[in-house]
């Protein structure tokens, strides 16, 4: 129970519990998918209670704000310094600098624009192509797709520098980070029961495949994967699993 609290303190706005470090979330971060299922419920219960006064643009807008909102936009931030350092070129170390640096350039505005932008598009078609009530089993796949994204990226890369990247990183190339990715693809198989097994699989798909590129575009960008980048695989794994479902759909 203390490390569900700590995965629930530290990925979301809920204070339940303050962890006393990096090593203590990462030793907890196995748990992060009921911290998705959470939040997609959350989402997705939001907007089925908002259907019938809003048409979906309007309700993919607020259903992407509780996203952002209930995790304090701790992702949102390594999306932006990504960008930024994606933009600034030059060499590895260059890059890494201006990951560091808390300044917001026009890297990360782009970013941050083009991830929410196509997010809400996709979030806008897909949400008419089923039924209201089915809406938190599909927000439940995209966020636990956005985590399988984050697992997977940790797994297969190494760190760029020492700091928290570093740690759960090499947290993830444990038990733990088998048990997370394991536990993200049973909840994705009983959500299959409700939606069909199509949805669950291209969302999962999806978040997979942008992890497998960050993990390439890591190792060139910074010599591997730090916690920004990991941040990024969240926000990214996400807008995959909203296309693919809105493909599917």
């Not at 808390?102 to 598009?121: D, E, F, K, P």
């Not at 190494?158 to 733990?176: C, E, L, M």
Request: glycine share 12%; proline share 3%.
């Amino acid at each position: 129970m203390r490390q569900l609290r700590l995965a629930f303190g530290f990925f979301t706005i809920l204070p339940l519990a303050r962890a006393g470090g990096i090593e203590e979330v990462t030793r907890a971060a196995f748990l992060l998918p009921l911290v998705a299922v959470f939040l997609g419920g959350v989402e997705g219960l939001a907007g089925w209670g908002l259907s019938g006064l809003f048409e979906a643009q309007v309700v993919a807008a607020i259903i992407l704000a509780l996203a952002l909102l209930l995790t304090g936009l701790h992702h949102a931030d390594g999306l932006a310094d990504v960008g930024d350092a994606v933009m600034a070129g030059g060499s590895r170390s260059r890059r890494l600098a201006v990951l560091k640096d808390r300044t917001m350039g026009i890297g990360a505005i782009a970013a941050l624009l083009l991830v929410y932008l196509v997010s809400w598009a996709a979030l806008s078609e897909a949400l008419p192509g089923i039924e209201e009530r089915h809406w938190p089993w599909l927000m439940m796949s995209v966020e636990l797709s956005a985590r399988f994204s984050l697992f997977a990226l940790a797994m297969f890369s190494r760190p760029s520098h020492k700091g928290s990247g570093s740690v759960f990183i090499a947290g993830s190339k444990g038990w733990r980070g088998m048990a997370a990715s394991a536990i993200v693809l049973i909840l994705l198989a009983l959500l299959a029961i409700p939606l069909g097994i199509l949805i669950p699989l291209v969302c999962g798909a999806g978040a997979l495949a942008v992890a497998i590129l960050l993990a390439a575009a890591g190792r060139r960008w910074f010599g591997g994967a730090n916690g920004d980048l990991l941040g990024a695989s969240v926000e990214t794994g996400r807008v995959a699993a909203l296309l693919a479902a809105a493909a599917a759909l």
